[in-house]
T-cell receptor
Framework: GAVVSQHPSRVICKSGTSVKIECRSL??????MFWYRQFPKQSLMLMAT?????????EQGVEKDKFLINHASLTLSTLTVTSAHPEDSSFYIC????????????FGPGTRLTVL | EDKVVQSPLSLVVHEGDTVTLNCSYE??????LLWYKQEKKAPTFLFML????IEKKSGRLSSILDKKELSSILNITATQTGDSAIYLC????????????FGQGTTLQVKP
């Protein structure tokens, strides 16, 4: 399977700061990447679909101005949580969807965000 | 609205027991159903089911899809403490965008 990395793996920040999370596809090019959020003891909730070279598609209820997604290259997508608040504390996971993979996704290891 | 529902939400068993986890879906343009195991980090892939009635097996784990009932089950036989995890099912919802709709997950705890 494909190798996907996320950086950082864990971040603690103060309320009001912005945090950038990177998702990299290490061994193939991905035109589509997905960002999920997972609260404790809950399932993965899709936040947005990141499309290389175009605007991200956000799920209903996800603020696009708060969760900025940039997919500038075929191997890198970034999620920036702007003006983070304690309720944004969560586990953020990206996944990549290789073109032609027939719906198999490969997940990154996740980023644990804690906002104080 | 597309949705995936899993049951039970949590389960506690003892080593050696057999468990059955359930997943039902209501998804427009359904293509496939996937099962994942999640321990401390990101989910790891278990099975992808596209055809109804064909069982997929991997060691002590097996899974089958019933398109008529819009459901799937994941069986784990002779459970071990290492099977303790959250088991997630997800439906591939539409077209070829790769978008997955996840269920709430079943938290399985296997006691020694």
């Amino acid at each position: 399977g494909a190798v996907v990395s996320q950086h950082p793996s864990r971040v603690i920040c103060k309320s009001g700061t912005s945090v950038k999370i990177e998702c990299r596809s290490l061994d193939f090019q991905a035109t589509t990447m997905f960002w999920y959020r997972q609260f404790p003891k809950q399932s993965l909730m899709l936040m947005a679909t990141s499309n290389e070279g175009s605007k991200a598609t956000y799920e209903q209820g996800v603020e696009k101005d708060k969760f900025l997604i940039n997919h500038a290259s075929l191997t890198l997508s970034t999620l920036t949580v702007t003006s983070a608040h304690p309720e944004d504390s969560s586990f953020y996971i990206c996944s990549v969807y290789p073109a032609g993979s027939y719906n198999e996704q490969f997940f990154g290891p996740g980023t644990r965000l804690t906002v104080l | 609205e597309d949705k995936v529902v899993q049951s039970p939400l949590s389960l506690v068993v003892h080593e050696g027991d057999t468990v059955t986890l359930n997943c039902s879906y209501e998804v427009t343009n359904f293509r496939s159903l996937l099962w994942y195991k999640q321990e401390k980090k990101a989910p790891t892939f278990l099975f992808m089911l596209t055809s109804s009635g064909i069982e997929k097996k991997s060691g002590r784990l097996s899974s089958i899809l019933d398109k008529k009932e819009l459901s799937s089950i994941l069986n784990i036989t002779a459970t071990q403490t290492g099977d303790s995890a959250i088991y997630l099912c997800a439906a591939w919802a539409s077209g070829n965008t790769g978008k997955l709709i996840f269920g709430q997950g079943t938290t399985l705890q296997v006691k020694p």
